[in-house]
């Protein structure tokens, strides 16, 4: 596999930078050869450009991490600096009413089949319950609160495209039945907001409400994450829904 016929350095920069994960945030040379299937002189060569351009840093043990460069290059995008700086004062307000996690998300994937709940800011504190969720980590949109109210904001079609695929179980309480899907999702649209319980993480509640559409920006949803004996949903949504609102009108306001 070194390189794929018409394969340019490009590719295959995003093929090593690709290895790297939450889980795995430092890698060997020999580990990301036999990730991508490079070839050593090929891998070192590839690997030596990039240090030198700031995309991949050496780290001791003779490993590798992302570099600085692409961190400081992520920054400029669109959902750095105007959604979440702009959501952040929002996010901050709903922490302080609630004392629960706050993400915001956004639907990413050029396709139904390919979409997932692509998580650009997080307030959490001291009291709030430990989650996996990170800034710059993704989802099932089907089994997280913001990722279902992202769902329930695309249209029907595109709805049952994302349904023509498996959907991935996360707990038992996940839903995979692509009708229960629908009617959930369904059922969101009504209320306004949308909610995961246990469907994540055993024992959590997920509530999402969708930003409205704001020219420039993919759509977007805020929410927070309680553990369910102190679930107060119908105080929780109103929070939600409200700085969902707020957020659009800023960002709106703002272009």
Known sequence: ?????????????????????EDDASLSAAE?????????????RILSQMVELGMIARAPGRRYVVGSRLWELGELSPLA????????????????????????????????????????GKVTGHGSIPLLSRMGGRHLPHAVGVGKALLAAQSDDWIRAYCAEPLERETVHTITDPD????????SRARGYAR???EMTL??????????????LPL????????????DERRLAALVRQA???LTKDLTDSH
């Open 1 to 21: 596999m070194d390189p794929e016929p018409g394969e340019g350095m490009l590719e295959r920069a995003m093929r090593i930078l690709s290895c790297f994960s």
């Open 32 to 44: 990301l050869a036999a990730r991508t299937g490079l070839s050593s002189s090929t891998l070192h």
């Open 81 to 120: 600096l105007r959604l979440r700086e702009t959501a952040l004062p929002h996010m901050m307000r709903l922490y302080e009413a609630t004392g629960e996690n706050v993400h915001l998300a956004v639907l990413d994937g050029d396709e139904p089949a390919r979409a997932s709940a692509l998580y650009i």
């Open 180 to 187: 229960e899907l629908v009617v959930d999702l369904q059922a």
């Open 196 to 198: 995961a319980r246990e």
């Open 203 to 216: 024992g959590n509640v997920s509530i999402g409400a969708a930003l409205g559409s704001v020219a420039g």
């Open 220 to 231: 977007a949803a805020i929410g927070v994450v309680v553990h369910m004996e102190r679930a």
């Open 244 to 246: 969902a609102r707020d």
